[in-house]
């Protein structure tokens, strides 16, 4: 009985072994056999984000570049905006090695380890503190005209247009020093679809002019209230 302990508690160390995600360079992970299913951890800094609302992104080391194709976060849902990643940031990422189309090397849906900002992710101006130029939408007051973006995009919710549900749903992000929006959050919703839908519109925002101090763009915190009316 004694012995048969032991050659289990020998499997589950073996076990959790090969578990453990593998430290490579991204030269190693791209050079891997396709038959490899080793789950491997990948640190390099961000070169290139492509898509903003799941994590379609490059990361570089001083071995090459790769692909992350999707980043799952902490919770396991892929929303890449709330973790506010910007070229320049060091990420680690844990996932397994992939091709895509036989050509491209990727790692799809890889899980969100840890970040490290760069040296250009900038500084974020706190509400009640003012910069020197506020972000722009389209060049202009964005409390006109990113309304009118706004209310152009929206599709109102079957659920909450049969419950006759309206009202304001108070959303919060940042508009980065590049112009994109990242860490959107809802403040107050009257229901979770009026919520949903605010957030989706908000992910598809063209590039606002970023706000400056001393000529030197910075992220700016920027809470905006969207209105559902039925009868609009």
Not at 126 to 142: A, M, S, Y
Not at 182 to 202: D, F
Not at 206 to 228: A, E, L, M, Q
Request: proline content about 5%.
């Amino acid at each position: 009985m004694r012995r048969l302990s032991l050659i289990f508690a020998v499997c589950m160390l073996c076990f959790a072994a090969q578990a453990q995600p593998r430290d490579v360079s991204i030269h190693d992970f791209r050079v891997m056999s396709d038959k490899d299913t080793t789950t491997c951890r990948l640190t390099g800094v961000v070169s290139m984000i492509r898509n903003y609302q799941h994590g379609n992104l490059y990361l570089k080391d001083d071995t090459g570049e790769v692909l992350i194709y999707g980043i799952i976060n902490r919770s396991g849902l892929r929303d890449f905006m709330p973790l506010d990643v910007t070229v320049g940031d060091t990420l680690t990422v844990v996932g397994r090695r992939t091709v895509y189309d036989n050509r491209t090397v990727e790692m799809k849906d890889a899980r969100f380890v840890s970040r490290r900002c760069g040296p250009d992710h900038g500084v974020i101006i706190e509400d009640g503190i003012v910069p020197d130029t506020i972000p722009l939408f389209k060049g202009e007051d964005p409390h006109a005209a990113f309304s009118v973006w706004v209310n152009s995009k929206l599709r109102y919710p079957e659920d909450a247009r049969n419950k006759g549900i309206e009202g304001t749903v108070l959303v919060n992000f940042t508009i980065n020093e590049d112009g994109r929006l990242a860490s959107m959050q809802i403040l107050e919703s009257p229901c979770q679809s009026l919520g949903m839908e605010a957030l989706r519109v908000l992910a598809k925002s063209p590039k606002w002019t970023p706000g400056t101090i001393n000529g030197k763009p910075v992220k700016v915190r920027y809470t905006f209230p969207i209105v559902f009316s039925i009868s609009n």
